[in-house]
């Protein structure tokens, strides 16, 4: 079965009110999927993170770059297919932007798998672990107002989300080490015991302002604090995780296998966090699992995106094996982002409804077990959406 086509659809719209987190505002929201077409007529969907002008460069790779390497490869040879193309993109980058192409392209051959199998994508991997999971909602973004302002909003955004059934809430930090305690202060109350609540910096502080911030999360009972330093900071990550009560959690900004072997052996992490649209895909991910679980280190995966990253990532944590075990074995959890998206709630033929059922379900939504990734576009929303 032979690759025919590989096509980047870079998608966009205005968000109904600006958005931002500790590195910048963004007033637009962005997706890019990967369609990749055989000869067959099976058609794989996947997805890159990355948004705006990053998606649009990350499809010049995509189509410009790697589908020329793959035309009339089989498309069920997906690791020899992601070893040729990592293997010839080494030299002009390891991790980064040809790392997102990758990712969405390897993420649709599993869909392809899947579908010529007639599986889902957790049966190709080994079985679901679990029929459900969790869901925590994060909101509570930054804008361009007092800190008073954000105050009051935090603490009425983690309330909501608690209301809408999800089992804890995350919010974005960055005004300022003082400033960002009074946020954190504020969300603890909004939650009021209900569930957890976790707060995602963006990796904005130094290490001398992450312990600032950090020694208020032990007090307030926060159960992580996500990508406090740069990515790069690992001894910072160490120095953090040794000092503090609360989980240091990170690693989106990872891209691969030998960058996670660092982390890991480093100690710096509580719970990881792989991007499986942005490290490789699917085949790169369960490799950077096993790694996680061989250093007894938990995963719960960043999720950012469409309907396309949302489904993936329900498959990936079906398949993902209990850490430690037993009978009440510690349980990963679904990120949702809780903000105006289109591109996750609008964009497939049957809807996913999330949302729906977190509220009806006490928290938790059931893992899809039709062929593949169990989603599929609607061309006519794809079409309406989709920028140059």
Not at 215 to 229: C, N, S
């Amino acid at each position: 079965m032979k690759i025919t086509r590989v096509t980047s659809h870079v998608l966009q719209y205005d968000l109904p009110e600006e958005l931002g987190y500790s590195q910048q505002f963004y007033a637009k929201r962005s997706a890019h999927l990967v369609e990749v077409e055989t000869d067959a007529g099976i058609t794989g969907w996947g997805e890159c993170f990355g948004p705006g002008n990053v998606a649009l460069a990350n499809k010049g790779i995509v189509e410009k770059v790697i589908q020329p390497m793959i035309l009339g490869d089989d498309a069920l040879d997906r690791d020899v297919i992601w070893h040729k193309v990592y293997n010839l993109l080494r030299d002009h980058g390891q991790k980064g932007m040809p790392l997102q192409a990758l990712s969405g392209v390897d993420i649709a051959l599993w869909d392809i798998a899947g579908k010529v199998a007639g599986l889902p994508l957790h049966k190709l991997i080994g079985g679901a672990h679990r029929r459900q999971v969790q869901v925590y909602g994060y909101g509570m973004m930054l804008k361009r107002e007092s800190v008073d302002e954000h105050v009051a909003r935090f603490r009425a955004e983690a309330a909501e989300i608690m209301d809408k059934g999800f089992v804890a809430a995350k919010m974005k930090s960055g005004l300022g080490p003082k400033e960002d305690v009074r946020l954190c202060e504020a969300v603890a109350k909004g939650v009021d015991g209900r569930g957890k609540f976790m707060v995602d910096a963006n990796h904005c502080y130094t290490t001398s302002d992450a312990f600032y911030v950090g020694r208020a999360l032990d007090d307030l009972g926060a159960y992580w604090f996500e990508e406090p330093v740069a990515p790069e900071d690992l001894d910072g990550y160490r120095e953090l995780r040794a000092g503090l009560k609360v989980n240091i959690s990170g690693g989106e900004a990872e891209f691969n296998r030998w960058g996670w072997r660092q982390i890991l052996e480093n100690r710096g992490l509580d719970i990881a966090q792989p991007e499986v649209c942005a490290m490789g895909g699917v085949s790169e991910y369960l490799r950077v699992l096993t790694l996680c679980h061989a250093h007894f280190t938990p995963v719960i995966n960043h999720v950012w995106g469409s309907a396309i990253a949302v489904a993936v990532n329900l498959q990936l944590l079906a398949a993902m094996p209990p850490l430690p075990g037993g009978l009440n074995p510690w349980e990963p959890m679904l990120e949702f982002d809780t903000t105006d998206n289109k591109f996750r709630d609008a964009l497939l033929v049957e809807p996913l409804h999330i949302q729906e059922e977190v509220y009806e379900n006490g928290g938790f939504v059931t893992i899809p077990d039709r062929p593949g990734l169990g989603v599929e576009p609607d061309r006519g929303f794809i079409a309406k959406y989709e920028v140059d």
